[in-house]
């Protein structure tokens, strides 16, 4: 078998890329750098994430996607070609067939831009497969089953929750509220607290290191650096772990206030089905410290977070790839 296949997790924060038989072999930021005004392509991933806060003005790092969706189709093309070479190596004379998670509440048209832009990119065929699907998969969960299961897949642009049974969605939710959004926040609460500017990293680093979804007696502490904005110099101040769930609690809030709205209008057999299996989360955003714990306070319901929560949709696109020929013919067709 010569062909090649290549699983694509195009996150709105991070992009992962898994090829069978050699695992994940990219998973660098979802950052196109380019050069203005001419739209040259200067950098993609980490290199390109590099360059953001310290860029002159005529270099401008994009994230190409917003809220998981294509955001600019010119630079998403550009950065998909770049990850599909990348994973191709030598052998790219053959086009290869490439699975690409896309949000569960995606329209037609943005479901056509992504496999457009992947088959401009160097695919031979895109499929499309929505990420509660995928995630769900790479837990671990089966999906196929008649019992219900639910997944919470929180990553950088959306949080999706889903039901899934016989193979298929049954009733899902999807927020624009995820780890941008918690890193917003966090560079919020420090500006108006202590009135100190901190940078989109700064935020994201503080959010791995020391982020909680709740507030406990026992905190962790982190230095930040940043600009006070009464004197314009730069400052250090200790921030602590209760701080960070206090500035995360409304969006966390809002997220466990849309899976309830999810168990609404799931049928009562699938809903006592997760009440007793639990519900399980991915996504890179659920490492936030204490987040099943507050699921199981606003639920009532088990939480769990799934072995490598960042990698469950990569991991979902591997199973796929794997067993493509039987998915053609049943989540692949399935809009």
């Known amino acids: 078998m010569f062909g090649k296949k290549i699983g694509i997790d195009l996150g709105t924060a991070n992009t992962v890329v898994f090829v069978p038989g050699r695992g994940f072999i990219i998973n660098e930021p979802t950052i196109v750098?380019?050069?203005?005004?001419?739209?040259g392509v200067l950098a993609v991933g980490s290199e390109a994430?590099?360059?953001?806060?310290?860029?002159?003005?005529?270099i401008v790092a994009y994230r190409p996607l917003k809220d998981g969706?294509?955001?600019d189709y010119y630079i998403t093309k550009a950065m998909l070609t770049y990850f599909i070479s990348k994973a191709s190596g030598w052998f790219n004379i053959i086009k290869p067939d490439?699975?690409?998670s896309v949000p569960a509440g995606i329209t037609q048209t943005e479901r056509r831009a992504v496999m457009n832009a992947a088959r401009e990119a160097g695919a031979g065929n895109?499929?499309?497969v929505r990420e509660p699907i995928l995630a769900a998969l790479g837990a671990g969960i089966p999906i196929n089953a008649r019992s219900g299961n639910m997944i919470?897949?929180?990553?950088?642009?959306?949080?999706?929750?889903?039901?899934?049974?016989?193979g298929n969605i049954v009733s899902w939710n999807s927020l624009r509220i995820a780890g941008n959004k918690f890193d917003q926040a966090i560079m919020d609460y420090v500006k108006k607290k202590y009135a100190l500017a901190i940078g989109e990293q700064t935020a994201e680093q503080v959010k791995i290191e020391i982020g909680s979804a709740m507030p406990t007696k026992e905190k962790m502490e982190y230095q930040v650096r940043g600009r006070d904005l009464v004197t314009g110099l730069p400052k250090d101040i200790v921030i602590n772990s209760n701080e960070i769930a206090e500035a995360l609690n409304p969006l966390l809030i809002d997220i466990a206030t849309s899976v309830q709205n999810v168990f609404n209008v799931t049928p009562p057999e699938l809903v006592?089905?997760?009440m007793e299996k639990g519900i399980i989360l991915s996504g890179g955003s659920v490492q936030l410290h204490h987040l099943p714990e507050f699921f199981e306070r606003f639920l009532g319901v088990q939480a769990y977070v799934a072995e490598d929560p960042l990698f469950c949709v990569a991991k979902g696109t591997g199973l796929i790839l794997n067993h493509l020929d039987t998915y053609k013919r049943t989540l692949l067709n399935k809009r």
Not at 51 to 56: A, C, K
């Open 126 to 128: 895109a499929f499309i």
């Open 152 to 166: 919470i897949n929180i990553g950088g642009g959306t949080s999706e929750q889903a039901v899934i049974a016989l």
């Open 272 to 274: 006592a089905d997760i």
């Open 98 to 100: 490439v699975v690409i």
């Open 33 to 39: 750098a380019l050069t203005k005004p001419d739209n």
């Open 49 to 58: 994430k590099e360059m953001i806060g310290r860029t002159p003005d005529e």
């Open 69 to 71: 969706v294509i955001a």
